[in-house]
Nanobody
Framework: QVKLVESGGGSVQAGGSLRLSCAASGDTISRFHMAWFRQAPGKERAGVVALDRVRSCTYPDSVAGRFTIYKDYSKTTLYLQMNTLKPDDTGMYYC??????????????????WGQGTQVTVSA
């Protein structure tokens, strides 16, 4: 059973950067399809970007060129590098994992393991 723990959130001004981490224990993330989700205030949780087990995924237009998802060489931590942050990026960010899911899914029902979340606040 993999356990996921996010960190790295915080408060930044628009245009700033943050790097979120998702540390995995109990299993190696190389076995999992992974993704980052965001729940903005008053909204439902939505997918931000995915990292498939065997290939890269297309970045949604909302984050393309600004966000980068990657995992470390030891395959125990997933990262989300966020640059040129905007107020619309504000929300609780969750790391998610699944052993079996559609490739590059950003649908939360496809993921079975979740972290507790880390808060990102971007001020104008």
């Amino acid at each position: 059973q993999v356990k996921l723990v996010e960190s790295g959130g915080g408060s930044v001004q628009a245009g700033g950067s943050l790097r979120l981490s998702c540390a995995a224990s109990g299993d190696t993330i190389s076995r999992f399809h992974m993704a980052w989700f965001r729940q903005a205030p008053g909204k439902e949780r939505a997918g931000v970007v995915a990292l498939d087990r065997v290939r890269s995924c297309t970045y949604p237009d909302s984050v393309a060129g600004r966000f980068t998802i990657y995992k470390d060489y030891s395959k125990t931590t997933l990262y989300l590098q966020m640059n040129t942050l905007k107020p619309d990026d504000t929300g609780m960010y969750y790391c998610a994992a699944a052993l079996s899911s559609p490739d590059c899914s950003l649908n939360e029902v496809d993921y079975t393991h979740w972290g507790q979340g880390t808060q990102v606040t971007v001020s104008a």
